[in-house]
């Protein structure tokens, strides 16, 4: 007997940076965060429980998945499991596809744990609707996965509070624009690397808090960040986004800089991307800088620039391709069938 269910979710990149956590238990974060969902960049997710595995699987991007990758699967569909009141589950099959370059930087743990919340979902409960209430309580157990999933689960701007410790739902996502509430929003994306990153978000942040003088600076920034981003967002204002996007993406890079050993994503690309924006803005263009853990420059702009930011990306030695993404619809699921 098998039961099966297919979702799909977009990724995010915060614009408010997400870096460090407050409880490593529940995955709270350490600082508010706010994101944009972004259309095109997609993990789409399979979940089957077959009586006849003996064990649970997972396969990305067609190929097979062991380890503590898996094990972090395995202790998802278990969280999921329990949260819906379900008694037991039969080993998965998962298979999970990414049309995009994989823990490189581009937020696909993100993506990846939100179709995998609500594949789960679909297949552990027949008839399952993905209505508010579902969603946000999805978004509680994807962030358990990986802190940025739960804003995955929404579409367009998002924010993600930092939550109690030890106080598992008290860090949740909600949306505060809808992907169609601010049409002509582009995110341009430098990609430098079709390669996994050498240091993981997870371990990159943890040793950054232990050991950077920069970390508690930059938590007690965000705030202040945060509010200052909202503000831009509700009045559609880019410039005002763009200034504070870009200094938050450099003060969690320096705090990553300054730990002990050195925590180093960026690139010569990445510096390179950052050069070619601000000489963008100094022709009045508004093109404003970002980065994630990993070496990719991306650029807050309006759609009618993103072609020549994209072009200014392109030529930066070191950047493969460039994508141009337009906010994005929340998670959602594709198909279910229950047993």
Known sequence: MTAKAVAEANTNIALVKYWGKNDDHFNLPAVPSLSLTLAGLRTRTEVSFEADLASDRLLLNEHEVTGEPLAKVSRHLDRVMRDLGVA?????????????????????????????????????????????????????????????????????????????????????????????????????????????????????????????????PFVAAAPADLRQAMTAVQSRDLEALGHVAERSALRMHASALAADPAVVYLRGATIEGLHALRALRRRGIAAFFTCDAGPHPKALTHARDADAVAAALAAVPGVLRTIIAAPGPGARLIEDSGP
């Open 88 to 216: 037991a589950r039969a080993s998965a099959l998962v298979r999970s596809h990414n049309n995009f370059p994989t823990a490189a930087g581009l937020a696909s743990s993100a993506s990846a744990f939100a179709a995998l919340s609500v594949a789960a979902a679909g297949a552990l409960r027949p008839g399952f609707v993905l209505d508010d209430a579902a969603r946000r309580r999805l978004a509680v157990l994807a962030r358990q996965g990986s802190g940025s999933a739960a804003r995955s689960l929404y579409g367009g701007v998002v924010v993600l509070g930092t939550g109690t410790p030890g106080q598992v739902d008290s860090a949740r996502a909600s949306q505060v624009l809808r992907e169609t509430d601010w049409p002509e929003l582009r995110l341009v994306i430098g990609v430098a690397s079709e390669s996994a990153k050498d240091t993981g978000s997870t371990d990159g942040m943890k040793h950054t808090a232990a050991t950077s003088p920069y970390f508690a």
